[in-house]
């Protein structure tokens, strides 16, 4: 399975100290060639992506999101929001089911 973190180059730092393959700093094209790759290689794949890239004009990403496969797409905040950061997952649980839910502690 192939590890790949892309964003901005501060938090790529912590992702290559961490061994992981880091695409800093890429443009829509170059981060849309590198998803058409993973595609294409069939290989599995985990795929860190900042946050606004996710919503960023980039074919790939949209046509991943809905066919899925062997690619997974983790959605993960810039180090200036990361703060305020919710996951669009933890919107979509409390749309469902109440933000109550959220709030709550496990029960064991």
Do not use: W
């Not at 790759?37 to 069939?42: A, F, I, M, Q, Y």
């Not at 999101?65 to 919710?86: M, N």
């Amino acid at each position: 399975m192939k590890i790949v973190a892309i964003g901005n180059s501060a938090l790529m730092d912590g992702f290559a100290l961490l061994g992981i393959e880091t695409c800093a700093d890429a443009s829509a094209d170059e981060i849309n060639a590198l998803l058409s790759e993973l595609s294409r290689s069939r290989e599995r794949a985990l795929v860190y992506l900042q946050q606004d890239l996710m919503n960023a004009d980039i074919p790939m990403i949209k046509q991943l999101r809905v066919q899925g496969g062997s690619i997974l797409i983790c959605e993960i905040p810039d180090l200036h929001t990361a703060d305020d950061y919710q996951p669009e997952v933890e919107k979509l649980i409390g749309r469902v089911l109440g933000s109550s839910v959220l709030e709550r502690p496990l029960e064991h």
